[in-house]
């Protein structure tokens, strides 16, 4: 979603700058980015929401992977060190990251520095719109299936309930009833004639 005013560049401006100058910081996060900028952290969650269509976090993470693969096409060190540089705890998590956001793993783009950021940048727009479809369509596959298979049980279990109660012959009376039995006393003794 495009910004829509110059008043949202600003802000995106303003907040990309703070991220830039606390890059080294693994530690720096969306408080430390609310209290920098002067604003509330709900006050970035929904402006970011509304310009960028985008958490406060994930924007922080663009930001970074976004310096990172501007490092690594000026060759400023290893994957590892860049990952330090731009704020990663580990270069596991770095790799992982930067390769779901542009689609080609760090170490790709140090070796061929060919390609340009935009390039890479629409591979991993039409490599993200590839996957989610089939994840989207799994999840819709297995919600329909655990749903069919319920609807199936249950049937399964009231006709069976019904058949049985049919065959066995136990008829489900509405109306209550009352059993009465005689009595008789087969003892021998006096002792135990007497009623209480």
């Given at each position: 979603m495009a910004e829509r005013l110059p008043l949202d560049q600003d802000f995106i401006r303003k907040l990309t700058n703070i991220i830039l100058t606390n890059i080294q910081n693994e530690n720096f996060g969306v408080g430390d980015l609310a209290v920098a900028a002067g604003v509330s952290r709900i006050t970035i969650y929904r402006r970011l929401r509304f310009i960028k269509n985008k958490g406060p976090s994930q924007f922080i993470r663009e930001i970074r992977l976004r310096q990172g693969m501007k490092l690594l096409k000026e060759n400023a060190g290893t994957v590892s060190e860049i990952a330090y540089m731009v704020g990663f705890r580990s270069p596991e998590y770095f790799n992982k990251c930067f390769h779901e956001f542009f689609g080609i793993s760090p170490g790709k783009v140090k070796k061929d520095a060919k390609h340009p950021a935009e390039d890479i940048t629409q591979i991993r727009v039409i490599e993200?719109?590839?996957?989610?479809?089939?994840?989207?369509?799994?999840?819709?596959?297995?919600?329909?299936?655990?749903?069919?298979?319920?609807?199936?049980?249950?049937?399964?279990?009231?006709?069976?309930?019904?058949?049985?109660?049919?065959?066995?012959?136990?008829?489900?009376?509405?109306?209550?009833?009352?059993?009465?039995?005689?009595?008789?006393?087969?003892?021998?003794?006096?002792?135990?004639?007497?009623?209480?």
């Open positions: 993200t719109t590839k996957q989610k479809r089939p994840v989207r369509r799994t999840f819709i596959a297995l919600t329909l299936s655990v749903l069919f298979f319920t609807v199936a049980f249950i049937c399964y279990k009231i006709i069976f309930n019904n058949s049985y109660h049919k065959s066995s012959g136990i008829e489900k009376r509405t109306e209550p009833s009352i059993a009465v039995l005689p009595f008789v006393n087969l003892s021998s003794g006096r002792q135990q004639q007497v009623c209480y």
